[in-house]
């Protein structure tokens, strides 16, 4: 059987045992013998030993989970069952996972080392991918190291802005900024709001040393493409009469970048999805940031997860083991949502970038084939940095009535060296897990925790280009698994395209009010009251 015709997990024999399982261990309606955290611990001196899994980068502590040996046990059986090891053979090595599109996910050949005698050992496409790495580190380089411009202004949204934000935020005290190495100045803006587009150009920019990325894989975004606009309307306002040098595009379609007249095209695959391009050429302000061995070593570290996704066996693959953990969250304890607090200050843009890369991937209802999915898919991702978090909804994760999943991500070596902060931050992320685990009995209601919640935690050695690069590729691997067992199409995004069309009519709407009565009373009226104003 191919990983096309996989059963999907609800047609398994494992899925029914999973549900006996998680019925009479994990249900209320199991009474005093539900599972619990706090005696499982104190029957089981080798469950944290048993229940922890180190990865490339990555040490990750399982063990404060509700989950025993019997249901992972179920857990790796319908994993086997649904063909996940064939189905991540067959992504791995670019088949067309991407049915609805017709295309393979092109991601992990991104990350591919180049071979000893530098060139690749590889099929066309690989060869190819590299190709345009290279191009782009040669130009990053020379951004970075030259004097033509003091400010890059990288245009981009979803994916081609979450990524790079997010990686040049998280290794900031190993970029420009922060090394007092030369180089021009990063700015980032995504939303069609003119705010942040203005609020940039009021930066102090020199016109005439700017250079703005237009990044868009489709080179078709409203947003994007509306702050293209505005960008090159400003240089011409502030006297840059030839715009071209100043505007680079990277895309999967350079023939739409230069017809809007931009100087330079960088280019990657159209394999490559939008909320996994932060390896292709949408890396390159990080790669100006960083330079080009900091951006390499970034892909090192994702490619060592891959191999750790390919080669480990399913009981000790981390991306495995936390993808199955959040079917089994999902469909079998019915948590509906999860929560990501990094205890880092530099993820503090990881849980939107999880959003979209978990939220778009799998949030759906119809299966690969077309199907109606039988089970609830994509849970909510939601999440801040620690201890911000703390002072804010953490009270409802102690003491509300949903069953919350937490992931903390704590990192062993600060990159500052300011005294006591770095281990009270570690303190508070540990006392949480703790908290959450252990609850407090107290004769006041109010003063009660139930406890037996449940958390995960990642354990960083540093946040360095390699450790982020493995971060991020987990959780890509992760999101792979459990989108293959719910039988989804994890690399499509149709639901976003519906709102982009209607909002082609509204604004035609805006110009013309004959045109309100195509529209619902509701969005009519609303629109005229703005119109007021
Ligand atoms: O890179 P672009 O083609 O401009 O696309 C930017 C983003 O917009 C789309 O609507 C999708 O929701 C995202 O997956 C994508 O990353």
Same mark, same amino acid.
């Given at each position: 059987?191919?990983?096309?015709?996989?059963?999907?997990?609800?047609?398994?024999?494992?899925?029914?045992?999973?549900?006996?399982?998680?019925?009479?261990?994990?249900?209320?309606?199991?009474?005093?013998?539900?599972?619990?955290?706090?005696?499982?611990?104190? =029957?089981?001196?080798?469950?944290?030993? %048993?229940? &922890?899994?180190? #990865?490339?980068?990555?040490? !990750? /502590?399982?063990?404060?989970? *509700?989950?025993?040996?019997?249901?992972?046990?179920?857990?790796?059986?319908?994993?086997?069952?649904?063909?996940?090891?064939?189905?991540?053979?067959?992504?791995?090595?670019?088949?067309?996972?991407?049915?609805?599109?017709?295309?393979?996910?092109?991601?992990?050949?991104?990350?591919?080392? =180049?071979?000893?005698?530098?060139?690749? %050992?590889? &099929?066309?496409? #690989?060869?190819?991918?590299? !190709? /345009?790495?290279?191009?782009? *580190?040669?130009?990053?380089?020379?951004?970075?190291?030259?004097?033509?411009?003091?400010?890059?202004?990288?245009?981009?949204?979803?994916?081609?802005?979450?990524?790079p934000?997010?990686?040049?935020?998280?290794?900031?005290?190993?970029?420009?900024?922060?090394?007092?190495?030369?180089?021009?100045?990063?700015?980032?803006?995504?939303?069609?709001?003119?705010?942040?587009?203005?609020?940039?150009? !009021?930066?102090?920019?020199?016109?005439?040393?700017?250079?703005?990325?237009?990044?868009?894989?489709?080179?078709?975004?409203?947003?994007?493409?509306?702050?293209?606009?505005?960008?090159?309307?400003?240089?011409?306002?502030?006297?840059?009469?030839?715009?071209?040098?100043?505007?680079?595009?990277?895309?999967?379609?350079?023939?739409?970048?230069?017809?809007f007249g931009v100087g330079r095209c960088l280019q990657f695959a159209d394999g490559v999805g939008g909320r996994y391009s932060l390896w292709s050429a949408i890396g390159l302000p990080l790669a100006i940031a960083l330079g080009a061995d900091g951006f390499r070593a970034l892909l090192a570290g994702a490619h060592a997860m891959d191999r750790h996704f390919a080669d480990a066996p399913l009981e000790s693959n981390l991306p495995v083991q936390l993808g199955l953990l959040d079917v089994w969250y999902r469909n079998f304890l019915n948590a509906s949502s999860r929560c990501v607090a990094p205890y880092h200050h530099g993820l503090r843009r990881l849980p939107a970038y999880l959003q979209q890369l978990e939220m778009e991937s799998n949030g759906k209802s119809v299966d690969a084939r077309g199907r109606p999915l039988a089970v609830a898919s994509a849970p909510v991702i939601w999440g801040e940095p620690g201890t911000n978090a703390q002072h804010a909804f953490f009270q409802m994760l102690h003491q509300g009535s949903d069953l919350v999943p937490v992931e903390f991500i704590v990192v062993s070596q600060p990159a500052h060296a300011l005294a006591g902060h770095h281990q009270a931050l570690i303190a508070n992320a540990l006392a949480q897990s703790r908290a959450l685990m252990l609850g407090q009995v107290h004769v006041q209601p109010h003063l009660r925790f139930a406890g037996n919640r449940p958390s995960t935690t990642l354990l960083l050695d540093e946040?360095?280009?390699?450790?982020?690069?493995?971060?991020?590729?987990?959780?890509?691997?992760?999101?792979?698994?459990?989108?293959?067992?719910?039988?989804?199409?994890?690399?499509?995004?149709?639901?976003v395209e519906l709102g982009k069309r209607l909002a082609t009519g509204i604004e035609a709407a805006w110009q013309h009010p004959t045109a309100d009565a195509s529209l619902d009373p509701s969005s009519a009226g609303l629109l005229a009251r703005l119109r007021r104003h």
């Open positions: 059987m191919s990983w096309r015709d996989r059963p999907r997990c609800d047609e398994t024999p494992a899925w029914a045992l999973l549900q006996a399982h998680a019925q009479h261990h994990f249900s209320a309606a199991a009474g005093g013998d539900a599972f619990d955290l706090r005696r499982v611990f104190a =029957d089981d001196a080798r469950r944290f030993d %048993d229940f &922890s899994a180190p #990865a490339p980068h990555i040490f !990750a /502590d399982l063990s404060k989970n *509700l989950l025993d040996r019997d249901a992972r046990a179920l857990l790796v059986q319908l994993a086997r069952e649904c063909r996940l090891p064939e189905h991540c053979a067959a992504m791995l090595a670019g088949a067309p996972v991407n049915g609805t599109e017709g295309r393979a996910a092109l991601h992990p050949l991104l990350r591919l080392p =180049d071979s000893g005698d530098g060139k690749r %050992d590889a &099929s066309q496409i #690989a060869r190819s991918t590299s !190709a /345009d790495r290279q191009e782009m *580190l040669i130009f990053s380089e020379r951004i970075r190291n030259g004097d033509a411009f003091k400010d890059v202004v990288h245009i981009g949204i979803g994916g081609s802005d979450l990524g934000r997010l990686a040049v935020q998280a290794l900031a005290p190993h970029t420009l900024e922060c090394t007092g190495a030369r180089g021009p100045r990063l700015h980032f803006v995504a939303n069609m709001d003119g705010h942040e587009l203005d609020g940039v150009l !009021a930066r102090g920019l020199d016109a005439a040393r700017t250079l703005f990325v237009i990044a868009s894989k489709s080179f078709g975004t409203a947003e994007t493409l509306l702050n293209a606009r505005s960008a090159t309307a400003w240089l011409r306002a502030q006297g840059v009469r030839d715009v071209a040098p100043h505007l680079v595009a990277v895309t999967a379609r350079p023939d739409v970048a230069r017809a946040l360095s280009p390699a450790s982020l690069g493995a971060l991020l590729a987990l959780y890509e691997h992760r999101t792979f698994v459990a989108g293959s067992l719910w039988g989804l199409n994890s690399f499509d995004q149709w639901g």
